[in-house]
Each structure stands twice: as C-alpha cells, then as structure tokens.
C-alpha cells in the first residue's frame, strides 16, 4: 500500500507535465533516429563481411597471388633480354680428290670447305636496368666475348644496340650501356639482401633458354652464404663465388643476368648458375653486392677492387690439423709452391707482411669462416688505409696497410 499510495502521489503531483514531456520527447527521438541505428548495424555488418572476405582471399591465397602479380609487374619494364652474336665460320661441302688434281686416281672425297663468315646469334641472357640512361647490370660470363656484339630487347620488344662498360674482376658482375642516349628507361628499386630470410618468396625473372624472355618462376629462398664454384656451359669462364643465395626459383640457361626479387617488387639478387643435376637449386649474387659496382660505374665508367696482394688458406679444423696452428679462424698467408705468397710490390709486401702469417682481423672485424678476408677486403676501396691483427710467431701484432688497386 505504501508503494502504490507513492505512485499516484508522483503522478498527481505538479511535476506531471515534466513526465510527459520527457516521455513524449523520448519516444520522438528513437523513431527519428531509427534510420541512424539501422546504418550503423549495416555498417558494422558490411565491415564484418569484409574481414570475412579478406579472410578467405588470404587462406585462398588470393591476396598472395595477387602479391607476385603486382612485383612481377612492376619490375618487367626493367627486365632485358641479352642476345650475343658474332662473325662465325660458314662452311660448304664440296668432293676433291685427296691425291691432288693431277693424280690419275679419279677419287671424290667429301669436304668441309670454309667459305666465310656470317653474323649469327651465338648466345643469350638477361639483364636489368638500373639507371634511366640504360645501364644495365647482368652477370660478367654472359658478356665477356670481346669479339662479340650484344643486342638488348626490352620488355616491349624494342631493340637497341648495347656496349660493355665495366666487368668485376671478382664478381661474376658486368654492366653495360643501352646506346640510345634520346630515350629514358624505367630503373629497377634496388632491395637490400641483408635482410633476405630463408623461407621467404623469390621471383626470378629472365630469358630462359634464350628463347623465353620474361619467363617468371617463384619459390623460396633455400639457403644463404654459399660458396660455389660455378662455370659456363663450355668451361671457358669458372671462378668461385662466395656469400651466394640459393633459391628453389627455377634459374635455367639464359636466366644469367636477371633479377631475384621478393614480393615487394625488390631486387635483392642477380640470378647466377645452377646446381648441375638438380631441378630446384639455383643460385643468386645478394644486390648488395653490386650497388658498390653499379655506383663506380656511374661515376667512373669503370669498376675497381682493392688489393692487398697475398695468397692465403682460409683457416678451418683440417688446415689447422695439417699446419699445426693455433687458432680455428684466421687467413694463414702461405704458398703451397715454391713462389712467394706475397705479391710484389703489393700492399702487403710494403706493410711487411711475411709468409706463414695469420691474418685475424681487419679494422677489428675478425675473419671467420663464414667472414672471409676477401669478403671483408671488398668492402674497402683502392688508396684506404686498413688495420690488420696478425699472428706472427705466436705473437700478435697490428700492422698499417695502404690497399692497393687489383689489376684486371
């Protein structure tokens, strides 16, 4: 009884109208604002329904197709294929007698007769642009024929006539010069291979076989820091490359030169060689290797290393084992013939340097085996002045190198 008495007390009190209004004025404002609760709840929803969307394109691998297709995209205006040609010998068979004209023996002997020569396509590769004037980086074996003429194609199959400017005489790394000086060319971005990861995606790009130009392949990155030994085809070029990318990309003959790309459209590598019999293992010089190239030439038209001017064995446990040293890392200067490891009138013999050294460290960072003194000499330039820790006689000592410059 208390309670009800209080309700009619409330509701018979002057302070009837104020309800009135209040409840009038609530009732106005949820039906006029009806249409703003229904878009924010079709909003939400929309918005929950892109999620979902973006979900599945991602578990669909939508998005990450799509993510090859824009890289792949964006560095095709700056891939080129390569086409070596040069004179070669024409020859006709023709029968002759082998006893000479006179000879009373009527005997027609068939015979390769050489008639001249002709300009045919002996070769290919791929490249990629990396200046708007038309410098082009590509790797050295496929432009190191000094007799030959080299022709580029780019991605929209026009054709311009190409010059070698510059070969790394360490580096299978060469640049050369689109000669058109009337026209720009779109440069490719340069990513940075120090922060390459394994398992990340790889686009290789190039002119497989030298026949398929723009042939696109994509895999991972397999492996970091190898050392190989790689050659050409006939065994007219080999050297060892050291600090290598290894990629399950397809890399097939004519894909030298190309570029290695990550998803953002990035050159992080120069495809290089392939594993001998295997399918799935190709390699790639890093991009960071080159940048110092591509800058030297650029301001100089040539391209040029350091040189310290000793021959060395990178120190592991057998050639600690076989020369009775005492420390597992290290560049042991030795010869195994009867020559001086130390070059003449090399930076190393004005420093003093002796034979049976133990080069430990350069400005403080040490050589390893996995760090080696070539790899850490290559990041200096000719007339630098270095710091080597060397272990002579079980004692060390630092010694003051001005490097020299390595000869072609």
Avoid: C
């Amino acid at each position: 009884m208390m309670i009800k008495n209080k309700f009619i007390k409330v509701f018979r009190s002057k302070n009837l109208w104020a309800w009135v209004i209040i409840f009038i004025s609530l009732a106005a404002f949820l039906f006029f604002s009806k249409d703003v609760y229904l878009n924010y709840f079709y909003e939400k929803i929309k918005s929950v329904d892109n999620f979902e969307q973006k979900t599945e394109d991602y578990v669909s691998g939508n998005a990450y197709e799509q993510a090859i297709i824009d890289a792949t995209k964006s560095v095709l205006p700056s891939v080129v294929s390569i086409v070596i040609s040069k004179n070669v010998p024409i020859y006709e068979q023709e029968f002759i007698n082998p006893f000479g004209e006179d000879s009373p023996f009527n005997i027609q002997v068939p015979q390769m007769i050489q008639k001249g020569t002709e300009m045919q396509d002996v070769g290919a590769g791929s490249g990629f642009i990396v200046s708007e004037d038309g410098l082009v980086l590509t790797n050295k074996h496929v432009v190191l024929d000094k007799e030959a003429q080299y022709t580029v194609y780019t991605n929209d199959d026009k054709k311009y006539s190409a010059k070698v400017l510059a070969l790394d005489p360490v580096q299978d790394l060469a640049v050369i010069k689109i000669e058109n000086d009337n026209e720009k060319f779109k440069p490719v971005v340069l990513g940075d291979s120090l922060s390459i990861q394994l398992g990340q995606t790889a686009i290789a790009i190039g002119n497989a076989l030298g026949k398929f130009s723009n042939t696109v392949s994509v895999g991972i990155i397999s492996g970091l820091k190898r050392t190989i030994s790689a050659s050409d085809q006939i065994g007219d070029f080999s050297e060892t490359l050291e600090n290598i990318i290894q990629t399950d990309a397809a890399i097939n003959a004519g894909n030298s030169g190309g570029p290695l790309i990550n998803l953002r459209g990035q050159v992080i590598g120069i495809n290089t060689a392939m594993a001998e019999g295997a399918e799935t293992i190709g390699f790639a010089i890093p991009i960071n290797m080159a940048k110092k190239d591509i800058g030297q030439v650029k301001e100089n038209n040539k391209i040029v290393y350091p040189f310290l001017g000793i021959s060395y064995l990178s120190i592991n446990s057998d050639i600690k084992k076989e020369y009775n040293l005492t420390v597992d890392d290290g560049a042991f200067v030795f010869s195994a013939d009867s020559d001086s490891p130390i070059v003449k009138d090399s930076a190393a013999e004005r420093a003093g340097l002796e034979n049976k050294d133990i080069v430990l460290e350069i400005n403080g960072e040490k050589i390893t085996k996995t760090n080696s003194l070539a790899t850490i000499i290559q990041k200096y330039n000719p007339k630098d002045k270095i710091i080597l820790k060397i272990l002579r006689e079980g004692q060390e000592q630092d010694v003051k190198v001005v490097l020299g410059e390595r000869p072609e």
